[in-house]
């Protein structure tokens, strides 16, 4: 299996679980890195939603933030796509 079509596949995988992940995935590609606050706008769903979707593209390295994960206490991160997820 390609690299492209393997990423193709794991991103349809993740994201085609919740119409929320497809969302999200989509807002990136259109508008570039974002704040939750800016996704959840731009989506029409809750910060709490976006934050819990963004995890698991986050485990799955579809989307990357600028700031780790054990570190953004008191941080507000910027969420892009990973380069390799699309």
């Known amino acids: 299996m390609s690299s492209e079509l393997r990423t193709r596949t794991t991103l349809h995988n993740v994201a085609g679980r919740s119409p929320v992940r497809?969302?999200?995935i989509d807002y990136l590609a259109s508008n570039g890195a974002s704040k939750v606050?800016?996704?959840?706008?731009?989506?029409?769903?809750?910060r709490d939603s976006v934050r819990y979707?963004?995890?698991a593209l986050e485990?799955?390295?579809i989307v990357r933030s600028d700031i780790s994960p054990g570190t953004r206490e008191?941080?507000?991160p910027f969420y892009a796509l990973a380069p390799e997820a699309y």
Not at 38 to 43: C, F, H, K, R, Y
């Open 59 to 61: 485990r799955a390295a």
């Open 53 to 55: 979707h963004l995890a």
């Open 22 to 24: 497809r969302l999200i």
């Open 37 to 46: 606050a800016e996704i959840s706008s731009g989506i029409y769903a809750s």
């Open 74 to 76: 008191g941080c507000t």
